[in-house]
């Protein structure tokens, strides 16, 4: 099993730009997750996807669209990229377990993204 | 506003000695917090998970020390080694109202460095 996988490792982008981030996984589990990660702030959840065909807005989603195209993929979208979105993006996944079944998320090896 | 405070930012330790982080937290919602490592270039993985119905945990040279009524949780590093040089991040989520999806918020994460 390949866990989870994102696509590109490393992306540099000029101001205005969109692009999109890959993520799949392959342990068929329902619940994936979208962080960013910048230096002193831990990781922030960008967006999430509790299920497939659902998906909710995190701590700081604004300038990101996402898209749960099916149960083993969930894309994050800029649209006019920031020179703040400048950071380390994670996706990750879980069964989603809730109540006292709280579940592992299981994180990808991220994407560098340098907005100029 | 951080719903979880780390300290300290960065650490560094002999090999042998004990390594300690701290974490504090304000929302009473939070019942699951997880401790994640993460070593360089790679995503974070889980290390170990605490409910506040136990005061301790302990799997292996690590422990989770955890005081309700403080609202603070602590994670020890016994006998620590290099390969435990990493950056950790402390966790919390509170149940969910959705089917499924468990929402983390970490902490700012620590550097700990073990010297040989």
């Known amino acids: 099993n390949a866990g989870v996988t994102q696509t590109p490792k490393f992306q540099v982008l000029k101001t205005g730009q969109s692009m999109t981030l890959q993520c799949a996984q392959d342990m068929n589990h329902n619940s994936m997750y979208w962080y960013r990660q910048d230096p002193g702030m831990g990781l922030r959840l960008i967006y999430y996807s509790a299920s497939e065909g659902t998906t909710d807005k995190g701590e700081v989603p604004n300038g990101y669209n996402v898209s749960r195209l099916n149960k083993r993929e969930f894309s994050l979208r800029l649209e006019s990229a920031a020179p703040s979105q400048t950071s380390v993006y994670f996706c990750a996944s879980s069964d989603g377990g809730r109540g006292r079944g709280r579940s592992e998320q299981f994180f990808g090896p991220g994407t560098r993204l340098t907005v100029l | 506003q951080q719903q979880v405070k780390q300290s300290p930012q960065s650490l560094i330790v002999q090999k042998g000695g004990i390594s300690i982080i701290n974490c504090a937290y304000e929302?009473?919602?939070?019942?699951?917090f997880p401790w994640y490592q993460q070593f360089p270039g790679k995503g974070p993985a889980l290390l170990i998970a605490?409910?506040?119905?136990?005061s301790e945990k302990k799997e292996g040279r690590f422990t989770i020390s955890f005081n309700k009524s403080a609202k603070q949780f602590s994670l020890h590093i016994m006998d620590s080694q290099p390969g435990d040089s990493a950056t950790y991040f402390c966790a919390a989520t509170a149940p969910s109202i959705k089917a499924a999806g468990n929402k983390l918020t970490f902490g700012g994460g620590t550097r700990v460095l073990v010297k040989p």
């Open positions: 605490i409910r506040p119905d136990v």
């Open positions: 929302n009473t919602a939070f019942d699951y």
